[in-house]
């Protein structure tokens, strides 16, 4: 069975003395267990002080973006093959910040997913509608579209796995998350989507979906209560050791 995964996104909130802070309190405190794996998302700059106080400990590390290629000539770039060789396990690609600010398109995700897999990352491809395309009408048929883009001609090796994170644009940071049931049916369509493209074992044992977007301790038990939402993606509840680990708990406590 897969486990179901919870991920700090601490965006360019936490600097390198508040990231070292923060995992010498969470290793104290969080206890692992069978059901859940917990992955922390620092800054680049962290991600070397992270990896080692996290030596021995069953808690994962991940970026919070990679480039598409693995070396070269790429000014200011991160490469995934670096990313590798500090001790991620994880990478977070396409959040809705960087596509808004850095202008990151469906291909850019694309090439990024597959430089990342290339080096035994899993992705994490973050999608969502924005406020606009909901009142629309269009939001599935968006997310479809991200999903499909970000996946279009990828094969998964034995080895390899996928997330998708489901975020609703106009939901995160903002406090208001979005119903769990309406969490659950784009969960669904994404699911599909997925199917439509791996094979459904494939997506059954390696890929995983997971809601972000306003998750934090009060709610994440409704949104796992739900069959298709397979982990969170966690922003501002993430930033504070004991709520972070309380989130954990909550979480831990649903079949
Ligand atoms: P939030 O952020 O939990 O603060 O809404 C989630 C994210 O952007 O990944």
Known sequence: ???????????????????????????????????????????????????????????????????????????????????????????????????????ETDEVVHNKVKAALRQGLVPIICVGETFEE???????????????????????????????AYEPVWVIGSGQAVAPEEAEHTHQVIRQVLIDHFEPATVKERVRIIYGGSVDSSNIKDFFAFQNIDGALVGGASLEPETFNNLIQQASQVN
Request: with cysteine.
């Open 1 to 103: 069975m897969k486990k179901k995964i919870i991920i700090a996104n601490w965006k360019m909130k936490l600097m390198s003395a508040e990231s070292a802070g923060f995992v010498e309190e969470f290793v104290k405190i969080y206890k692992s267990n069978k059901k859940m794996e917990a992955v922390l998302c620092p800054t680049f700059i962290s991600l070397q002080s992270v990896a080692a106080q996290l030596k021995d400990k069953e808690i994962f590390l991940g970026a919070q973006d990679c480039f598409w290629e693995e070396d070269g000539a790429f000014t200011g770039e991160v490469s995934p093959k670096n990313l590798k060789e500090l001790g991620c396990r994880f990478v977070i690609i396409g959040h809705s910040e960087r596509r808004s600010h850095l202008l």
């Open 134 to 164: 909901r009142q629309e009408g269009a939001k599935d048929f968006v997310v479809m579209n991200q999903v499909t883009k970000a996946i279009e001609g990828l094969e998964l090796d034995a080895e390899d796995q996928l997330i998708v």
